[in-house]
Every structure is written in C-alpha cells, then in structure tokens.
C-alpha cells in the first residue's frame, strides 16, 4: 500500500512554466507581488518561475507587460513572458519591446482576446517568431479569466503545422480535451504545459505517447497552486532524467534557444 | 504518515469515453499506491438503471475487498425502485453511504423529488454525498438556508457537499456558513479549480475535523487531489484529520488502522 510524506519538497530542480503575476481588475488575488510570490516558491522550493501579465490578457498588452517589468524588479528567479494581441499590437513596437527588455517568451491568448488563429491574422508574427526562435505559449483558454470558448483545435492544427520550426508550448490544457493527444503527435514543435491536465494518469500517457521531451511542468499560480502538479509527478515513479526534463530542463532549454 | 489510512471519500466506477475514464481496476490501484491512498470510496453513476452502476460497484469491491468501500447510488427518476434499491445497496452490497448526483435529475439537492430518498436516510441515519448547487439553478438559495432545511427534515442524515472543499472562490463564504452553522455538514476537496490559499482559508474558518479528502477519481488523478492536502500550509495534525481520520469517524470505519 502506499505511503506519503505530509512534508513535501521536490526532489529536483524546477522551474515553473505557467504562472502570472501582478493584480486583477475583478477580484484581490490572493498573491499579487514579487515578494510574496517568491515566498511561496521559496517554501516549495522553485528555482524560477516564467511570469505573465494578466493585465496584458485581460485588458492591454503594452500596459501589462510593462507592468510586469515594474513587478518584477529584475528579480532573476522571475522570469518575463510578454502578452501580444495580433490584432491590436504593433508588431515592431512590440519586437523592440522584446528585445529592450530581453524577453525569452511571448504569449497569446485567441480565446480572451476574441479572434480566430488563422494564418490571414497571425502570418506576421509567427514568421517572426519562427525566425527569431522564441518559443510561444497558447493557453487553450482561459476558465478563470474568460469565458470565452476554448481555441479552436482545428485553427491551432492547420495553422501551428505552417511554422514546422516554431516552438508552441499549449499551456492550460483542461482534463476534458483529449485531442491535444493527436495534436502534439500531429505537430512535432509542440510542447504541452500540464498545469490544468489532471486527469487520471494522464501524464504518464503524455509520456508514453510522446516521450518526456516535450512535457513542461506548470502550477498556474495563484490561481491554483505550485504544489498540486509538481506533487504529482513525483509521485508518478518516473526516472530521475525524466522528472528533471519536465520539472526544469525541457523549459529551460526552450527559452534559451531564443 | 501515520498508522491512520488514508481514506479517499470521492471516487467514481465505470468507462467514460469523453474525459478518457477506463474500468482498469489494476491501473486504479497502481494510483491509489502511488498516491499513498489505502482506501477508496467507490460509486457508480454513470447508468440510468442505477442497479447496474452499483453491481459495477460490487464486482470491483469483490477484487479488491481491502481497497475499495462500496457506496450507493439512486436516482429520482426511478421513485419507485428507489427504496429497494437503497435496502440492496445497504443490505446485500455493505454500501457504507449514498452519492446522489442531481445535475443529472436537473433538480437541486433540496427538490421534493429527493424526499423518499432523504427520508429512508434519515431513518436509517446514512451520509449522504452531494453537489450543494449546480450550475443550472437560476435563483439559488444561500446554502446555510438550504442545508439548514434539509437538516431540519432528514435530521438523521450526514450530508457531505462534493468539491466544497476545493479552494476555490467559488461561493467559498456560502460554504463557510452552511458548514459553521449547520450541524453533521461536511465538505470534501475534489475538484479542479484551487486558488493559492484558499484551501487555508477553509480550514481555519471551519476547522479540519468538517473536511474529508476526496479525489474525484478517475476523473482527476488522485495524486494531484492529495496535493492539495499535503503541500498546504496547515499542521501535520490538520492533515491526518482530512486525509483519514474524519472520513473513518463519520463512515464508523473499522480496520481503520495500518
């Protein structure tokens, strides 16, 4: 039968994939600066945690990410994703941001910001995204921010499978869409952050069916908790290797390619 | 962790092909050891004939007589097979309390259609797990008044409010009345959605010994739910009490210890 520790701590080092920082519009979050956010990496021993604007998401990218920059106070241990919005954004405004700020990642977000993922929309972008190797997260949607319908998987398929040399991590994959398993054996350059993919085994099937390459460790902190996912894959059994690719390596390799 | 067993309240049978749950009663256990779970309350819901969802139930107890707790299920859609079916369930099959599940009678917990049900329990003094709201209400009660209601009319039953326990902020200040108010309810911490301490804030404003963990298995991975217990910030003794303890008091589980 089995058995537990009540005082858990990882076993390796782990860099968080999917978190935001800073307040909200609509309610107090419970953890809304840098310090307390480190506190509670501290506790938890996370080495680094990639950080997002919900301000960018949910209102303004240009005012979210410079935001972002102001929480984080060129604190290292957090590391900045900026937020675009294609049909808002200028893309060279937004490329000299990236650059100026020396930004690792970028992400969109089709599902709150309301438009379909085709290429007429995104070419642009992507081209440059491709060309410069920095990797993009697509959150399918966004539950606690939206209530928008998820993206579009058959968008996400014929347009991601135009960029072959595009990294795209599908962050936020709720438990209840399995075709994210047919879309990441369909499309090699995509990485899935498993924060909201809970279902039972379901990451042991990741890695059964993808191999652990491409599977990145997220909380969805502080809208859910450090703790949850990490516990979870270290009770899973997995190799050591295994479980440093998808708790650090696997991200950590992706944002420095950029 | 301790010599108590670790008991999980929340836990479905039974093949649904849409969020990929499969009948593996061997992978079922290779979870539970994995997550350090020693037993798990099962019920089956998924049959309109709800005789077919616990012979389910029965069959996988008998593989595993030592793992697994059988537990009842009925549906008002059936008023005329529903005492029979309780007196089986309570009798023949050792059930030890019931799930009803009314998002599929698309009739809240407090219907007049749950009566014949609630009175035989209250006879019989059974627990009775439950949704404390669903989606489709329109008008809801605030819950203090609606389990306040129930008790004063079936004040033979234990009523356990499913995902109440979550963390979520998801009518959290509803849940902390009803409990604190309203004797023999307790609440159980399946589900997907958390927020960075909510879970904490539960636990200190109904105290542990109203919290059961449960995992909602298979439809969550009972290694991510366990999570939410053991990496919170609450005492060791907390945990003990939630994990096992409370669940072996109010179901009067014998064997209880290692």
Redesign the interface.
Known sequence: MGNIELDFKPTVKVWDSNASLGPRHDFKVSVDTSEQTLEEMDRLEIEKAIVYSPHAVGFDSNDGNNYLIDLINSNERLIPQFVFNPTWDNLEQFQDEIEKNRISSVRMTPSVHQYPFENWIVKPWLSWLQETKIPLWIPISYEFLSNESPVNPSELHETIRQYPELQVVIADVHYKYSWIFQLLESLPNCYVEISQFIGTGAVEELIERLGYERILYGSGFPENNFGRQLYSIHQSGLEKNVLESICHKNVKELISNS | ?SETK?VDFHCHLGRWG????DDLTD??LR????????LACVNCIFFGNASIGNDIVASVVKEAPDRFIPVAFVTPHYQDDVIGELERCFGELKAKFLKIYPTYYQRPVDDPGYEKIFKWCSDNKKVIMSHASEVFETNPPQLVDRYSNLADKFPGVSWVMAHGATGG?HKRDQIIEAVNKVPKVYIDTAG?L??????ETLVSNVGAKKIVFGSD????????????I????IT?KE??QILGENTIKLLGLKNAK?
Do not use: H
Request: aromatic share 12%.
């Open positions: 962790m670790i849409f969020p990929r749950i992978r079922y979870i539970m050891d994995l997550s350090g779970v020693d902020r997907s958390d927020t960075f301490g909510g879970f298995m298979p439809l969550f991975d009972a290694r991510n739910q366990i999570a939410r053991i990496t919170s910030k060791e945990k003990k290692k």
